[in-house]
């Protein structure tokens, strides 16, 4: 009877679990990424404990598994605005349950140019997250994109001009406070006054500066590398529709190679030009991939009030209808996968990188990113259908935390 039991349970178990099969429970099996082999990993205490390769072939559709997918700049998901009035720690979990089905095993909460005293207060909330049981492990910093940005119509982006302001370090030290020193990456304008000395102070403090929503010169954007800026914001976006084509911001910032440029490659922020060409000058060990998905990504099309502003959900991206300006993305990264490798004709194993191992090393989270020996087991398990990801099953510390079966 016991044995009849047993072979039950084990059954069910294995349907459970569905493909890819899972020798136990922390053994994870799939195609690795990055060669094309099957490959078994055991992972004890929450890290990868070995990595076996066999000769075992994968039931059809072929089952990818990857390191889980790290997305530096987000402005919320499925109806969660980090930079909301209304921001909770359980929004805050239904984000981040919502982004594990999109592969996203770790993402920095992104909070935009708005009324100090929000961004403090939404900075508090996202600290509270950070420390719940549950979620926490996803969050592992926070990224501030302005106040401290270029005014300028198009410069600013979508971003609301009266609250953008000049850089003032005594402020950012009572947002940062605000935030329990959670803040690990900053977007910056390097042209306005007090950039420099500024950005300087970010990174003696360990804060990596982007540069973004921006009208540098050559010259100022060199004096902000030597000050320690290493990234450009979503490079081609966040910039006017109209500049002069030898003198822009996008030229120093491509030309650069102290910086790596975040690109948001949905199909519809950049051109397949302008990816392609940025993925010719930068390549995959300095290009990374983020979404700026908006809080309206996920949800049905339509016209959206958040705050003082009307937004244009299409099912592509959100723009600010009256101006005809693009406000955020619609799509998690996994969407940048398929695309960056339609665009540019680049690997799998490149597209993950951008997506996972560049912004891990970027943002120094040297115990995820990659598969190897000790790394943390996040992973995902995914398939290519007709070019896309599609996430099977995502792992955060070897623990399932979605299956789409």
Same mark, same amino acid.
Request: charged share 20%.
């Given at each position: 009877?016991?044995?009849?039991?047993?072979?039950?349970?084990?059954?069910?178990?294995?349907?459970?679990?569905?493909?890819?099969?899972?020798?136990?429970?922390?053994?994870?099996?799939?195609?690795?990424?990055?060669?094309?082999?099957t490959?078994?990993?055991?992972?004890?205490d929450?890290?990868?404990?070995?990595i076996?390769?066999?000769?075992?072939?994968?039931?059809?559709?072929k089952?990818?598994?990857?390191?889980?997918?790290?997305d530096?700049?987000?402005?919320?998901?499925?109806?969660?605005? #980090?930079?909301g009035?209304?921001?909770?720690?359980?929004?805050?979990?239904?984000?981040?349950?919502?982004?594990?089905?999109?592969?996203?095993?770790?993402?920095?909460?992104?909070?935009?140019?708005?009324?100090?005293?929000?961004?403090?207060?939404? #900075?508090?909330?996202?600290?509270?997250?950070?420390?719940?049981?549950?979620?926490?492990?996803?969050?592992?910093?926070?990224?501030?994109?302005?106040?401290?940005?270029?005014?300028?119509?198009?410069?600013?982006?979508?971003?609301?001009?009266?609250?953008?302001?000049?850089?003032?370090?005594?402020?950012?030290?009572e947002?940062?406070?605000?935030?329990?020193?959670?803040?690990?990456?900053?977007?910056?304008?390097?042209?306005?006054?007090?950039?420099?000395?500024?950005?300087?102070?970010?990174?003696?403090?360990?804060?990596? &500066?982007?540069?973004?929503?921006?009208?540098?010169?050559?010259e100022?954007?060199?004096?902000? &590398?030597?000050?320690?800026?290493? @990234?450009?914001?979503?490079?081609?976006?966040?910039? /006017?529709?109209?500049?002069?084509?030898?003198?822009?911001?996008?030229?120093?910032?491509l030309?650069?190679?102290?910086?790596?440029?975040?690109?948001?490659?949905?199909?519809?922020?950049?051109?397949?030009?302008?990816?392609?060409?940025?993925?010719? &000058?930068?390549?995959?060990?300095?290009?990374?991939?983020?979404?700026?998905?908006?809080?309206?990504?996920?949800?049905?099309?339509?016209?959206?009030?958040?705050?003082?502003?009307?937004?244009?959900?299409?099912?592509?991206?959100?723009?600010?209808?009256?101006?005809? &300006?693009?406000?955020?993305?619609?799509?998690?990264?996994?969407?940048?996968?398929?695309?960056? @490798?339609?665009?540019?004709?680049?690997?799998?194993?490149?597209?993950?990188?951008? /997506?996972s191992?560049?912004?891990?090393?970027?943002?120094?989270?040297?115990?995820?990113?990659?598969?190897?020996?000790?790394?943390?087991?996040?992973?995902?398990?995914?398939?290519?259908?007709n070019?896309?990801?599609?996430?099977?099953?995502?792992?955060?510390?070897?623990?399932?935390?979605?299956?789409?079966?």
């Open positions: 009877m016991k044995t009849i039991i047993s072979i039950i349970a084990t059954l069910l178990l294995s349907t459970i679990l569905g493909t890819p099969r899972i020798k136990n429970l922390n053994d994870i099996q799939g195609i690795l990424y990055s060669d094309k082999e490959v078994s990993l055991k992972i004890v929450g890290k990868i404990a070995g076996n390769r066999i000769e075992t072939t994968i039931d059809n559709p089952i990818y598994i990857a390191p889980g997918l790290i530096i700049q987000i402005n919320g998901y499925m109806g969660v605005d #980090f930079s009035p209304d921001l909770t720690v359980e929004g805050i979990r239904k984000a981040t349950k919502a982004l594990w089905k999109a592969g996203v095993t770790s993402y920095f909460p992104t909070i935009i140019t708005s009324d100090i005293g929000r961004i403090k207060k939404n #900075f508090a909330v996202l600290a509270q997250a950070m420390e719940d049981p549950e979620i926490g492990k996803s969050i592992p910093g926070f990224h501030l994109e302005g106040p401290y940005i270029s005014p300028v119509k198009g410069f600013r982006g979508a971003h609301l001009e009266k609250y953008i302001r000049k850089p003032d370090w005594d402020e950012f030290k947002i940062q406070k605000a935030a329990k020193n959670h803040i690990k990456l900053i977007t910056v304008a390097p042209e306005i006054e007090g950039a420099i000395p500024f950005i300087r102070n970010c990174a003696k403090n360990g804060i990596v &500066v982007s540069l973004g929503h921006h009208n540098g010169s050559a100022q954007i060199q004096q902000a &590398v030597d000050a320690g800026a290493r @990234m450009a914001t979503h490079l081609g976006n966040g910039c /006017a529709n109209q500049i002069d084509r030898h003198h822009n911001p996008i030229w120093p910032q030309s650069n190679d102290r910086i790596i440029p975040s690109i948001i490659a949905d199909g519809f922020h950049l051109t397949k030009e302008e990816v392609r060409s940025f993925y010719k &000058v930068k390549g995959a060990s300095k290009t990374i991939l983020v979404s700026d998905a908006l809080d309206l990504a996920g949800l049905p099309p339509g016209e959206y009030i958040r705050g003082e502003r009307k937004l244009l959900l299409t099912p592509n991206v959100v723009k600010l209808p009256e101006e005809n &300006v693009l406000a955020g993305a619609a799509s998690p990264i996994s969407k940048c996968i398929g695309v960056i @490798m339609e665009f540019t004709q680049c690997s799998l194993a490149d597209a993950v990188r951008m /997506a191992t560049n912004p891990a090393d970027m943002l120094s989270l040297r115990n995820r990113g990659r598969i190897e020996y000790g790394k943390r087991g996040d992973l995902i398990l995914f398939t290519m259908e070019g896309e990801m599609v996430i099977q099953k995502t792992f955060i510390t070897g623990k399932l935390v979605y299956s789409k079966n």
